[in-house]
């Protein structure tokens, strides 16, 4: 698919949201990405990831890892198209962690996924996590690329389409100065 008719397919499915957003990393946004309204449709989701797949398949994962809440779909349908193994790490007490028996097998070629990256935080937080362990990932891919040129990553990085928007921190937000009402749609504040 090419960029443009995946950025029309999301504006189809409802994923581009405008209003007052607060993001995951606290900064306010008035452009929100719910890729789980692309997600909830298999067959759609499928044809976005596959972009992502043939990105990725050149490094021959055997290990897809994303984070809760947003990249649990979008790990799996690339696990899925890379036929590799899918984990995700999950909030606990404030930090991301591997749970539920989840664990890095010594040969495992690492890709991390996520859906949106604006911040590049949890994106960093996972190579933490991972590194903590003794890897490194050899690719970062994400649905939605947000990050203007100060967020970098440093590994290889794709996405399907990139849609710049501009965020504020909380203090210098032109949309609260303006009291229109802020929606907190993220799952960074989820607990366990």
């Known amino acids: 698919m090419q960029e443009n008719e995946v950025l029309e397919l999301m504006q189809e499915v409802g994923v581009i949201k405008k209003g007052h957003f607060k993001l995951s990393s606290g900064r306010h946004a008035d452009t929100y990405l719910q890729c789980a309204l692309l997600q909830q449709y298999p ?8 972009e992502i797949a043939n990105f990725i398949l050149p490094y021959q994962p055997t290990l897809i890892i994303g984070a809760a809440v947003g990249g649990i779909v979008a790990a799996y349908e690339l696990a899925n198209l890379a036929h590799a193994r899918c984990i995700f790490a999950e909030r606990a007490d404030g930090q991301l962690c591997f749970r539920r028996g989840f664990e890095i097998l010594p040969d495992d070629r690492i890709v991390i996924v996520e859906d949106v990256v604006t911040t590049a935080k949890t994106t960093m937080e996972l190579v933490a996590l991972i590194q903590q362990q003794g890897y490194d990932p050899l690719a970062v891919v994400s649905i939605v690329d ?15 389409i990139k849609v710049p928007a501009e965020t504020w921190e909380a203090e210098n937000c032109p949309l609260c100065k ?4 802020l929606d907190e749609p993220g799952s960074r504040r989820l607990k366990k």
């Open 146 to 160: 947000r990050r203007t040129l100060s967020e970098s990553i440093p590994y290889p990085f794709q996405s399907v």
């Open 43 to 50: 067959v759609l989701n499928r044809k976005v990831m596959q």
């Open 178 to 181: 303006k009291h229109i009402p």
